[in-house]
């Protein structure tokens, strides 16, 4: 394995715990309802620059532990960031290609896939929320895109 | 027809293929979540994952924690001051009450004993913070820093000083996990302290109202009755304040009236919380007399009406019938 290729996981690693610390931060009520998903963002920038590095076992895991955190039942999440992070693997070669507004609209796309996971399964077990608020997030997550994306380039071009 | 591969590990030793890693754990998540939320088999193993959610939890929450230490610490004398005023008056208001309600208790104790019953008053009660943390914006819980180490237990009642504040949901060795009563899946069984109408009340996702949906267009209900727990259930004790009705709309051909309460609690602004133990012997009902008595007209009606359903009550009060939906 190469020496960078080491440091390339170990930030992947970090990034993903901090957007999952992130997600139980407590913000003001207005902020909450429309908190992006950085660990999923996280995932999905990693999965895009290098898929090597990012699989899916880590995603799920991620997804897992973020349902632990929010008391949620168990797997909801997983699935979600589970279905995105494979849609990502499948897309990657494709998106990586496209400008920035266009990767941006992609992402929105996935964050749709990941809510709508989430709104689902919440309707199956019987926790149904029904407001329009609830995909709030597919849009600030795909407004964030662009940021995510410059910050996680000058990481990685500086540890390169 | 050759396709490329959309997979682009290297060939050697890249692992299973990523479809397989997908059906795999998809299966895995699902499986999941019918094993946690149809049965209870994961129980066990969401105890000790929590172990590993907990410490991140505490971690969230010590800035916000330190924060309020420091400007507890360093808050300037005259703010003190007032407030040590405007809380020795409040003492001594309180501990004039507390006179003669000392002696209504007693009272009250001498006559359950007579016949045979003291459940429903809180025995023990335990001090627990709220942790800084944002669970779900669509869901009113909390995670409080007690648990089983603490003998915290499920569906254990939580209150607050102004009244009832929600029941555990999940216990962690070190955490619980709290429903308000204002979540929208939360129904507690109340009584009009004015009336004795008996009713549930239901939250509705909002921290400032509840629902009272089973009304009938004729019941005794009026804005500003205090609705207070009967302790049918056994989650909650008895004769807590929950909430206070603020709107009563009745159109006379439904049959049931539209009724609105706001909690007593403050659902959303609350640091601590008391975790109560209590012996929830057989539900009775009748006039309860823990919350301050108020010697009014309406007396005689409230006898009148809390005499009415007295056999109904036991059948109707599964163990946990105000847990979540």
Redesign the interface.
Known sequence: MKPGNFTRRLLYWASVAAG??LA????P?WL??V?PDLALLAILYWILTS??IA???YA?LA???LD?????????H??GF??VA?LA??L??RMRMFPILHQAASVMLLLGVYHFVIFW?DG????G?T?WN?WLPVLTGALLWPLIVAAGDSVTRRSR | MVELS?????IIGR?PP?VA??VT??A??????V???RYAH?DR??HW??A??YP??V??DTP?RAWNWLTDSFADRSRLRQENLELTARLRLANLQLQRFAALEDENRRLRDMRENSAGIAERVLVSSIL????????H?I?VDKGSEDGVFKGQAVLDGEGIFGQV??VHSHSA?VILISD??HAIPVQSNRSGVRTIAVGT?DSSKLSLPFVTVESDIQPGDLLISTGIGGVFPRGYPVAEVTRVERTPAATFALVDARPTANLDREREVLLVWFDPADPEVEESATTAAEPTAADGQAEAASGTPPVAAPAAAPPESGAG?
């Open positions: 999952l610390v139980i931060v407590p913000l009520a909450d309802v908190r898929p090597r699989g899916l076992g799920w997804g897992l532990f632990v955190l929010r008391g949620m039942t168990l797997g909801q997983a699935l589970l279905v494979f693997h499948r990657q070669l399964t199956l077990t019987g926790h929320y407001g609830r | 959309h997979d682009t590990r290297p692992g990523l890693t997908f754990l998809a895995a998540s699902i499986a999941l979540m094993a946690d939320d994961l193993v969401r994952l929590s590993g959610a991140v939890q971690a969230v916000f800084n943390v944002d669970l779900d914006p669509f869901r819980r995670v949901t999940r996990e929208a899946e996702g939906e």
